[in-house]
């Protein structure tokens, strides 16, 4: 339901899959995401570099691993605006 909601608004069917898991499980590395959707681990940081660039996932690093977490939810809102803006230009 709140992925295909996702996917109105411009997320793939496996970004919107990715977002909602990681909202779920708060930070994780990209092994315990890939896991738990059951996508490959370089199927899965690809999608979440491609959120984090839409500004819907942030990353950090701890002793060497990087890890992910979804931003609040009210971020949807500024990439929907985003897109707004972009169709309102053309």
């Known amino acids: 339901m709140l992925d295909?909601?996702?996917c109105q608004i411009g997320f793939t069917k496996s970004e919107a899959r990715v977002y909602?898991?990681?909202?779920r499980?708060?930070?994780?590395a990209v092994s315990v995401v890939a896991k738990r959707i059951g996508f490959n681990r370089t199927t899965t940081?690809?999608?979440l570099k491609a959120l984090e660039k839409k500004g819907v996932v942030s990353s950090f690093r701890n002793n060497g691993i990087k890890y992910f977490s979804?931003?609040?939810?009210t971020s949807l809102v500024?990439?929907?605006d985003r897109k707004w803006q972009t169709f309102d230009y053309y």
């Open 25 to 28: 499980i708060g930070s994780q």
């Open 45 to 47: 940081y690809a999608i």
């Open 70 to 73: 979804a931003n609040d939810p």
């Open 4 to 6: 295909n909601s996702l």
């Open 78 to 80: 500024g990439e929907m």
């Open 20 to 23: 909602l898991e990681l909202s």
